[in-house]
């Protein structure tokens, strides 16, 4: 099973920044989950990308060069000693 990647979207109705799990595709792609991490955005909103289909260790450093604008909930995810499945 190969490890999931991150995808940062900025919702454009409030300009939250929240973090998706995504699956690696075969075509050099990725496939997010439905909700971000902390399940406060959809998919499906209106809204632009800011990264995607970055490894855990690419992830953190984007997001470490963007700061507190991003949810607190997804960016924790990023640290936690054991992530979920």
């Known amino acids: 099973m190969r490890k999931k990647v991150y995808i940062l979207r900025e919702r454009k109705s409030d300009g939250s920044l929240h973090l998706f799990l995504a699956d690696p595709t075969d075509q050099n ?21 800011i ?12 997001c470490a060069k963007i700061g507190r604008a991003i ?5 924790s995810y990023l640290y936690r000693d054991e992530n979920l499945e």
């Open 29 to 49: 792609a990725c496939q997010p989950q439905q909700y971000s991490i902390c399940g406060q955005m959809n998919i499906n909103e209106e809204a632009r990308t």
């Open 71 to 75: 949810c607190s909930l997804c960016i």
């Open 51 to 62: 990264f995607s289909c970055l490894s855990e260790e690419r992830a953190r450093k984007e």
